[in-house]
Each structure stands twice: as C-alpha cells, then as structure tokens.
C-alpha cells in the first residue's frame, strides 16, 4: 500500500492547519477537563469572531443611512449586546420588537448580523417617511409612528425625549462597535440560511423548502467546516504530525 505525504493528500486541511491549530488546542483543553458536551465543544471549536463594526458599516452602506447614526441607535439601545432583551419585549442589538422584526424579515433577533440590518432596514424607512427628519424618525423608532400622528411631533413621553438627546449625543461622537464571538456552528444553522433567504423573497413558509440549490449549498458549508475541524483534530492532533508522515 503506497503512502502519501499528508500535505499532498489533502492540501486543503493542510493549508488550514494554522488557522485550526488554536481551536484544535481548545478541543483538547476541553477533552482533557472532561467538562461540556459534545454540542458545546464542536461550538467551541467553530467558534469565529465576527466584526459588528463591519456590520454596522455594511447596513449603513446598504440602506443609506448614516453609519454614526446606526451606531449611536445600537449603542442606545443595548449598548452593541445582541443578547439583550427589554422588558417589554424588545430583542437584540438594535432593540426591535418581535412583530416589526417579522415586517422586516428578521428571522432571529439575537443573530447580531440580522438585527442590525433590520434596524437599518427600519430607520431608513422612518427617515424616508418623515423627510428626513433625524427627530421624528427617532421618536417614532422609540414611541411608534402612531404616536409621532397622534402628537403632531415628538410624542410628550419623557423615555423618548431622553432617547432622542441620548442618540444625537452618541451620533457626534467616533463609537467604536467592537466584535463579537460567533458560534460557526449557529452560523451554519441551514433552517436559519434558509429562512432568512425565504424571507428575502416574500415567502411564508420559512426554513422548510429544500431545492437542489438550498441543500447543495447547505452541504457544501457544512462540509467544509467539518472537514477542517475533522482533519485538524485527528490528523494533527500533536505537532509532530505537522510535517506530514505520511498515511496509509
């Protein structure tokens, strides 16, 4: 039986090694404690860094709004959290509450990405609305559109006008976003790749209509991160593996 060198077998896992190596060093930090599960470890090591920065860039690109705004909408707001949630029921880091989240086609307001891209979607709509009045879309993003009507303005509710000179305060100054860590593994959710893609086109069925296209596309992503969790662990799993002994 012939041997081949490592790096020529699979030169793609090869190439990734470097990328791998510290989640390869979490996996095995977390098999030796003998603490988490299964599911807490493969999240572990899928584990990616995401840049809300980027994001709030790529919304304000996207919907034409003022990236200082966005920014000071999300500081705000939740403080740049994607996990938080209002008493009264407001999600994520742009604060949307579940049914406007639905109108815009948020699928999950906990996924940072989707949450802050809604809420552009959202204040571009209120600016568009009032002319691009920055007072009144704020106030109608705090307190709802009916009440800016049903006031004739800024609705007379303390929590608003304190939200409003709150936001323009943040807006005048260089906010930094910061990053967040992402689970690969949630990023991956095929059902959530879906829906967000049905929900793009307009349609109710969410999540649950496979074609070709949707599951080729779903195994290919999946598949690629499997593999170079897979190769990276079992095949160099000590660093004297790294220069490729060769296997069977």
């Known amino acids: 039986m012939e041997t081949y060198h490592l790096a020529q077998m699979l030169p793609y896992q090869y190439r990734i090694y470097e990328q791998q190596k510290l989640n390869t060093q979490s996996l095995n930090t977390v098999e030796s404690n003998g603490n988490g599960t299964f599911r807490d470890t493969l999240q572990n090591v899928l584990s990616t860094t995401e840049s809300l920065e980027n994001i709030f860039r790529e919304a304000s690109e996207q919907y034409g709004v003022s990236l200082n705004l966005l920014k000071a909408i999300g500081k705000a707001e939740s403080n740049f959290n ?4 209002s008493s009264a029921g407001a999600q994520g880091v742009m604060q949307l509450m579940p049914a406007t ?3 815009l086609g948020v699928t999950d307001s906990f996924d940072a990405r989707s949450n802050i891209m809604g809420g552009a979607k959202y204040i571009a709509s209120l600016l568009e609305r009032y002319n691009g009045d920055t007072v009144l879309a704020l106030s109608a993003y705090n307190a709802g559109s009916g009440n800016v009507e049903k006031y004739g303005g800024v609705p007379p509710f303390k929590e608003t006008q304190n939200y409003i000179q709150k936001v323009l305060k943040y807006a005048g100054e260089n906010l930094d976003a910061g990053s967040i860590t992402v689970s690969g593994a949630q990023k991956l959710n095929p059902y959530q790749i879906l829906a967000e893609k049905n929900a793009e086109n307009g349609e109710k069925n969410l999540g649950f209509s496979f074609n070709k296209e949707n599951a080729q596309y779903m195994i290919e992503q999946m598949k690629a991160q499997l593999q170079s ?12 593996d790294k220069d490729g002994q060769g296997i069977l």
């Open 82 to 85: 994607p996990q938080a949630q």
């Open 101 to 103: 989240a639905r109108s």
């Open 229 to 240: 969790m897979i190769y990276s662990n079992l095949f160099f799993a000590d660093d004297s």
